[in-house]
Nanobody, 125 residues
Framework: QVQLVESGGGLVQAGASLKLSCAAS????????MAWFRQAPGKEREFVAA????????YHANSVKGRFTISRDNAKNTLYLQMNTLNPEDTATYYC??????????????????WGQGTQVTVSS
């Protein structure tokens, strides 16, 4: 496992942008699969985006494709989620996840064994 700490959440108006960050510690000798999930009150956890280890291949959920971009800075051991054109349906707690034993990314939350504490994103209309 690795330790993950998210930051960058907040309250914004519809149409605004936010950039979430996730600082990883505990294993920095290799890159591995990481992802973002979100969960809104009363709703199931939802896949947002993922990035693979070695090649950095990215995947985005259809609901955020074209608006959100996942990226990573390996030198800083940090994962990012750039969120543009936010709308109220994006309101949720966003979680950074990782599996240091896996290289390929997945949209399945059970694939990941390390979770951050979450950061709240609230979008007002």
């Amino acid at each position: 496992q690795v330790q993950l700490v998210e930051s960058g959440g907040g309250l914004v108006q519809a149409g605004a942008s936010l950039k979430l960050s996730c600082a990883a510690s505990g294993r920095t000798d290799k890159t591995y699969a990481m992802a973002w999930f979100r969960q809104a009150p009363g709703k199931e956890r939802e896949f947002v985006a993922a990035i693979s280890g070695i090649r950095g291949t990215t995947y985005h959920a259809n609901s955020v494709k074209g608006r959100f971009t996942i990226s990573r800075d390996n030198a800083k051991n940090t994962l990012y989620l750039q969120m543009n054109t936010l709308n109220p349906e994006d309101t949720a707690t966003y979680y950074c996840v990782a599996n240091p034993l896996r290289t390929y990314a997945s949209a399945d939350s059970t694939y990941y064994n390390s979770w951050g504490q979450g950061t709240q994103v609230t979008v007002s209309s």
